[in-house]
């Protein structure tokens, strides 16, 4: 059964919301710890009802370089997504965060790779290092366009929260090893099925943040 009904059923139901998944590929996580990223993934995502109307899911993995595994609108069912997900290799390297922020903004979140005008819009970062560089004007970015930030770190790193949403690390959860995601999976799913719209209600203020973004950026 899925565990959207553990919440009441009907928010996941009906959501409609925009995710990207940034997956930290750099030799910070052992093959062991990013099989566990893999595996919390895919029971986070059966919460979820995938479909052009409903959750789409894009990924992007990002290590020295990032490189989006696929696209908002890539994959339109849930088993396409699990088979994907099975396929992603980690890349290794450096963690370099900025520059996957700055990534997912600029080629993630568009309407040519999917993204919709009437949708929530979120990212999730999964990560265990800190950033080689600094993270805070491309978080800042994200915000202002108003896409929410949820980071799930393994470990503990005072950036985390000024990357995330909400202050106060409201929109951080940790645990202290990989093989513990999924003790956080019940609670991001219920945020993430409760805060996303209704699928027939029209939410253009992320997209018109996003006009005023770019405008005021030259992009």
């Not at 396929?87 to 390297?93: A, E, L, P």
């Not at 005008?117 to 202002?144: F, H, M, T």
């Not at 929109?171 to 995601?181: C, E, H, K, P, R």
Request: charged share 20%.
């Amino acid at each position: 059964m899925s565990l959207c009904f553990t919440f009441s059923g009907a928010p996941c139901e009906t959501a409609k919301a925009d995710i990207v998944i940034l997956v930290d590929g750099s030799n910070c996580i052992l093959p062991l710890g990013f099989r566990y990223m893999k595996l919390f993934i895919s029971e986070l995502l059966q919460t979820m009802h995938i479909g052009p109307n409903s959750f789409q899911i894009g990924l992007t993995q990002f290590s020295t370089e990032p490189k989006t595994e696929w696209n908002l609108n890539t994959h339109r069912t849930k088993e396409s997504l699990m088979k994907a997900i099975k396929k992603i290799r980690q890349n290794g390297g450096e963690t370099n965060t900025e520059k996957a922020l700055k990534h997912i903004l600029h080629h993630s979140f568009k309407p040519t790779a999917g993204m919709r005008p009437d949708s929530k819009k979120v990212a999730i970062l999964i990560i265990s290092g800190e950033s080689q560089a600094d993270i805070r004007l491309p978080a800042k970015n994200l915000k202002d366009t108003g896409i929410e930030i949820h980071v799930i770190g393994v470990g503990q790193q005072d950036e985390w929260r000024i990357i995330a949403s909400g202050g106060a690390g409201t929109y951080v959860y940790t645990t202290s090893d990989f093989g513990s995601l999924h003790s956080i999976r019940n609670n991001l799913s219920h945020s993430l099925c409760h805060r996303a719209p209704s699928r027939g209600r029209h939410h253009l203020h992320t997209l018109s943040n996003r006009w005023i973004f770019e405008a005021q950026h030259g992009l």
